[in-house]
């Protein structure tokens, strides 16, 4: 299975962006979905799961969206109201389950290259 994230980039605070991961490779529809973020420093860290339900870490909560269009085998997050704490790699996962949401880096099989999303105050 090969995860290909979209662009991020450089957002003032307060501001959006969204983050596209597309999958190829594997049956996308039997996989959880979750998005990462790792900032300078500091461990990779759960911000987002999706499988029929969702699942957010708490900082980012009312802010950000999952999504997933299993016809495209692309999962999405729409990130509003941005913060400069928000500032890291994003990183999308698949993980061989679709029972529940793992909020732990082991529990995901496949990751892809991650990308910069800055956002300045």
């Known amino acids: 299975v090969q995860l290909v994230e979209s662009v991020g980039g450089l957002v003032q605070a307060g501001g959006s962006l969204s983050l596209s991961c597309a999958a190829s490779g594997g049956s996308f529809g039997d996989y959880t979905m979750a998005w990462f973020r790792q900032a300078p420093g500091k461990e990779r860290e759960f911000v987002s799961g999706?499988?029929?339900?969702?699942v957010y870490a708490d900082s980012v909560k009312a802010r950000f969206t999952i999504s997933r269009d299993n016809a495209e085998s692309t999962v999405y997050l729409q990130m509003n109201s941005l913060k400069p704490e928000d500032t890291a790699v994003y990183y999308c996962a698949a993980q061989i389950a679709r029972w529940r949401i793992g909020v732990q880096t082991y529990e995901y099989q496949y990751w892809g290259q991650g990308t910069q999303v800055t956002v300045s105050s």
């Open positions: 999706i499988t029929w339900s969702t």
